[in-house]
Nanobody
């Protein structure tokens, strides 16, 4: 069983930056694929970024070139660096983990989820 806890959300002005972190406990962290999703009220969940156990990365089209995902296996954390933020990035961001990378990137879901952290970008 893997537990995920996000931190780092908050408010920022457009074109600013924020860094989200997700700390994991339980399970063998280095074997898990990790990712970030986001969901606005009344809308479908959107894939943001994922990083495989081997370090391969994928990004959603709306964040490519602006967001960077990374992981630190020694600290059991995954980080999402968000630059050039836009008002439309204002949503709740969720950290996720699964042993199946394709499930996350293509299927848009995962077996383990954090509680979510709010990001608000003012225009």
């Amino acid at each position: 069983q893997v537990q995920l806890v996000e931190s780092g959300g908050g408010a920022v002005q457009a074109r600013g930056s924020l860094r989200l972190s997700c700390a994991a406990s339980g399970g063998t962290f280095s074997l898990y694929n990790l990712g970030w999703f986001r969901q606005a009220p009344g809308k479908e969940r959107e894939f943001v970024a994922a990083i495989s156990w081997s370090g391969a990365t994928d990004y959603g089209d709306s964040v490519k070139g602006r967001f960077t995902i990374s992981r630190d296996n020694s600290k059991r954390t995954v980080t999402l660096q968000m630059n050039s933020l836009k008002h439309e990035d204002t949503v709740v961001y969720y950290c996720a983990g699964d042993r199946n990378y394709r499930l996350m990137v293509v299927g848009g879901t995962a077996g383990y989820w954090g509680q979510g952290t709010q990001v608000t970008v003012s225009s």
